[in-house]
């Protein structure tokens, strides 16, 4: 990531730093150039020449200004109507070149800041999980539309005030110093006057942009949480909590916000000000020169149009430094995104996974959350699954099961040891090809706000209708499809928040099973449903496991006990392994949790090793 210098500068280069980019942001400002602003160089030259052109128009309205004065004070009124003439073809031209400036501008700046938004979100979703998991999804928002923003403001203000106002001003300039030059002179000393001010206040915008960015992000963040917890909120009655944090929150950007504009609005006024000096002196200078007869009232009134229409170009440029400022911490954040590298690629000779049985063997896995490196949250975990059989892990909660199964498609990478499927390390075999031999139904359900048919179809985007049903059939999810409202064109709302937790999971189950993948991780799978739906749900599991490799955590024992291998984990590790009979006749930790849950669980009573 590239960052600002925020150590202190060495004496000296202090003064250099107000009147300048420092080399980091000049850094950034030409990757940005490179990155965005010249592959787009023939749309950038058309606005380039539109601009020229509004600035040589502009330029010449002066010019007609003192013509119309001469004629008047010669009382030449023959002369007068092709001087108005000119006038209003001024000015209609300069009407046409503005607005053809200002779209093809505008289309250039809108057309980059959504570039850039594709960019970051692609970016961003092909990163590692981990990386996703680690900010909050408030965050990642604010960083693609907020800061998205600011950059795309910034470059809006360069393009028009960098280009177009600096243009005018030239040729505002030219013509001032046409009609006369000592006077123009004049007025070019007044406005550097303003330069060492202006820099100093951008230099503070910067900083307070920086900090606004990061409380937008929070802002964000927290706007999510509150509202997607609402069921909490209402049923804790948190109203007034959430109400508190959020308003404090609020005003956190209101006081930077209010920082920002105290800055910016300070500019103006300053500007303002060394106009009207300009303008008095300008009026001083022209009586002397006019009452000796050496510049003419036209002179005159053309140069104060001249000065006048170059006032506001004049102020956007004493701003744009103010602005760029805050574009570059917008573009400092979105190249901390842009730099971050995915960890879990693929290795050069990366092969392709072939699927023949579905074996995977774990061989001493080992792994550490980066958040708790001397924490693993597995060790030593050896394991052989044959292929096609189904495996139940089994557990306190927070033994690792769900960090074990989260390790095959590798949404996270071991930290020591080696998961092969068939004999091919996971590691070793391309990516994409790893994770589409997995289907995985995880605890937290994950439902997008679309229909239930397209939420179906996420397990293969290119299934056929019929394909879709038989796959919810398979997760006893078709009844209940139907019996909605519009069956499977039903729109589920956000993440599903239209269906109940069971329905949810069906949902997702028949994803899983519409994939069809040789290897099948269910967490939790079928905990929120209700007897019947899980007696339902498993017969149709049974079916569809029966020759596939089937990873299974549980935490009710009566959905795993006929799985062909049990794996008790505890603090990280395996600690019984067996099948149900087996592990009952052991008599250990899995004998103790079925015997608790035999009182909650009458199926277990069935098995007389339970029972014993
Ligand atoms: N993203 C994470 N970052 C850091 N630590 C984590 C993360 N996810 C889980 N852990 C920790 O890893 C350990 C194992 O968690 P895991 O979710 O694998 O347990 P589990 O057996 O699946 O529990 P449960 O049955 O409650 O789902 C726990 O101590 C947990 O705190």
Known sequence: MSKASTGTPPKGAKARKRVAFDANSRLLISRFLNDWVWPRW?????ALVLT???????????????????TLMKEQTGTLLPILLGIIAITVARSIFMYLQTVSTQRI???????????????????????????????????????????????QATVNTAVRDVLMVVALVISMF???????????????????PIAIISERLRKVAKRTQSQLGDLTSLLSEKLSGSRLIKTFRLENYASEKVHSSFEEVFKLRMKALRNRARLDPMLEALGGLAVAGV????YWRISSGISTVGDFMGFITALLMAAQPIRSLGNLSGKIQEGLAGAESLYGLLEEKPKIIDLPDAATLKVTGGNIRFDNVAFAYDSAPDAPALRGINVDIPAGATVAFVGRSGAGKSTLINLVPR????????????????????????????????????????????????????????DIVAAAKAAAAHDFIIAQPSGYDTQIGSSGQRLSGGQRQRLALARAILKNAPILLLDEA????????????????????????????????????NA???????????IELGNHTDLMAQDGTYAMLAKTQLVADPVLVDDPAAAG
Not at 181 to 193: A, D, E, H, N, T
């Open 42 to 46: 023939r749309s950038l030259l058309y």
């Open 52 to 70: 020229a052109c509004l600035a040589a128009i502009t330029g010449g309205y002066p010019m007609i200004i003192k013509l119309s004065f001469d």
């Open 109 to 155: 700046v809108h057309r980059m800041g959504t570039d850039i938004q594709k960019a970051a979100f692609t970016h961003l979703i092909e990163a590692d999980f981990a990386r996703l998991s680690r900010e909050s999804p408030g965050h990642l928002l604010s960083r693609l539309t907020n800061d998205i923003n600011m950059i795309q403001q910034a470059v």
């Open 178 to 196: 046409y009609l006369d030059w000592l006077m123009s002179l004049f007025v070019l000393g007044v406005y550097p006057i303003a330069a060492l």
């Open 283 to 286: 009026i001083a200078f022209a």
């Open 411 to 466: 949404l996270f990478d071991l930290t020591g040891g080696t998961i092969s499927i068939d004999g091919q390390d996971i590691q070793q075999v391309r990516l994409a090809s790893l994770r589409d031999n997995i289907a995985i139904v995880s605890q937290d359900v994950t439902l997008f706000d679309d229909t239930i048919r397209a939420n179906i179809a996420l397990g293969r985007l290119d299934a056929s209708d019929s």
């Open 526 to 561: 079928t905990s929120a449903l209700d007897t019947e739906s899980e007696r339902l749900v498993q017969e149709a599991l049974t079916h569809f496991t029966s020759n596939r490799t089937t990873l299974v955590i549980a935490h009710r024992l009566s959905t795993v006990q």
């Open 564 to 574: 062909d291998l049990i794996c008790v984990m505890d603090e990280g590790q395996i």
